[in-house]
Each structure stands twice: as structure tokens, then as C-alpha cells.
């Protein structure tokens, strides 16, 4: 715990400040309050996303995959998806709504496509088949 | 951080492989005089497709390629088979 944050703490426990103004001040510090969620303050709680494929135990090679992107990296390549023509989206939503799912892309923002990338780090895929899929965030 | 350095391990089984650490900043060189002189076509492309849409777009690709290259730090892929084990490490 820094400093300044220390100091709000204390001065929270004294009863010299509220609870409103504490978190007021610990936002302007770029201290994440307990329950804020991550990436409200702009930096995600997670540096890399893992994707690791291992043998399972019926499995028969013995493939095995281990990728590590940084979260810079993911972030800059959703700018590519002002790319993706209009044409293809409707395809893609004409797809997505065959398997019963009534979804638009075109109304996913980059703003959105941020928020859900920057709030992963509690997101965890484990699939045991013949190989073992694990994707979580570090 | 743009990377400054490329492992690139390629091992088969049977066999010699090769463990190379290039100095990607070299190709960082290499690639921006090469999007500088490509610059006038993009630019004539972009002129020539705005009204119908692309054109914004086109003159959009060089701050988003700098973008990825810029995060390429940090990239690790590592693929191990029976055959080989091939490995790519951006630092």
C-alpha cells in the first residue's frame, strides 16, 4: 500500500473524512477501490492472455501449445475490427442467428469490444477432451 | 514497448534445428522505409476511395499497424508436436 493511500485510510478511520470523499480521493490517486471493477480506471488487473493445450489423458499426440499475447497487443488489434466490411458482419449475424443467437455486430463499439477485453482477468476456460484447453488471463 | 528482440527456435526430433535471436529492430527499420515509400500510393488510394468509403480507412492502416507492432513485446507462441517443437518469443 503506497503512501497517500495510507494516509486517506487513516484519515477515514479518524473520522476526519467521509466514506463519498475517501473514494474520491482515492480515485484522483489511481487507487482501485475495493468493487470498482477492473479497467474502470483504465489499466486492466491482467498483462497477458494464456492459451495452453495440453494431451489429455485419452489423447493420441502429443500437441502441445502454449501462447502468451499481451493485453497491449489484443487492444491495438480490436482497432482492426473498423476493418471488417459491412458485408461480412451481415454474414456473420446471418450465422450467429441460425444458431439461435439474435445478435448485431454492428452495434458492438470499439468502447465495448475495451471493456469486455479489459475485464477478463476473472475469466477462466478449462475444456477436458482428448486435449486439455486452458485460457485465462495473468 | 516496440520489441527489440525475436527469438525464433525451430527443433525437430530427428535432426538439426536452429535457435535465432534476431534484432527485429532492424527489421522495424527496414519496414518503416518501406511504409514511407509506399506513403504516396496510400495516400492516392485514400483520395481516390473516399467518397465511396475505403478511403477513410486506408489512411487509418498506418497508426493501427504502428499500434500492433508497438505491442509485439510480450508475444510468445510455442508449439510443441511429435514431430517438432517451433518457438516465437517477442522481447
Not at chain 1, 25 to 51: E, F, H, M, N, Q
Request: glycine fraction near 8%; charged fraction near 25%; include cysteine.
Amino acid at each position: 500500500m503506497n503512501e497517500e493511500k495510507r494516509k486517506i485510510l487513516d484519515m477515514l478511520a479518524q473520522g476526519k473524512i467521509t466514506v463519498d470523499e475517501a473514494d474520491r480521493l482515492l480515485a484522483a490517486i489511481g487507487a482501485d477501490t475495493p468493487g470498482t471493477p477492473a479497467g474502470a480506471s483504465g489499466r486492466p488487473a491482467w498483462k497477458y492472455l494464456r492459451v495452453q493445450i495440453e494431451p489429455g489423458p485419452g489423447s493420441e499426440s502429443g500437441d502441445r501449445v502454449n501462447i502468451r499475447v499481451p493485453y497491449k497487443l489484443i487492444k491495438a488489434g480490436l482497432k482492426f475490427a473498423s476493418f471488417i466490411p459491412r458485408e461480412a458482419q451481415i454474414k456473420v449475424n446471418e450465422a450467429l442467428r441460425e444458431k439461435g443467437m439474435d445478435f448485431d455486430l454492428s452495434k458492438i463499439s470499439f468502447g465495448d469490444l475495451e471493456e469486455i477485453v479489459a475485464n477478463l482477468d476473472d475469466m477462466t476456460v478449462e475444456v477436458d477432451g482428448q486435449d486439455k484447453v486452458r485460457i485465462f488471463c495473468e | 514497448m516496440v520489441p527489440l528482440v525475436m527469438r525464433l527456435m525451430v527443433r525437430p526430433k530427428q535432426g538439426r534445428g536452429f535457435n535465432l535471436w534476431l534484432p527485429v529492430i532492424l527489421i522495424w527499420v527496414l519496414v518503416a522505409a518501406l511504409l514511407l515509400l509506399l506513403l504516396p500510393f496510400v495516400l492516392l488510394a485514400a483520395l481516390l476511395t473516399w467518397r465511396s468509403g475505403p478511403g477513410k480507412g486506408l489512411l487509418l492502416i498506418y497508426p493501427l499497424m504502428g499500434g500492433v507492432l508497438w505491442n509485439l513485446a510480450g508475444l510468445h507462441v510455442e508449439v510443441t508436436s511429435e514431430e517438432s517443437e517451433i518457438l516465437f518469443d517477442f522481447r
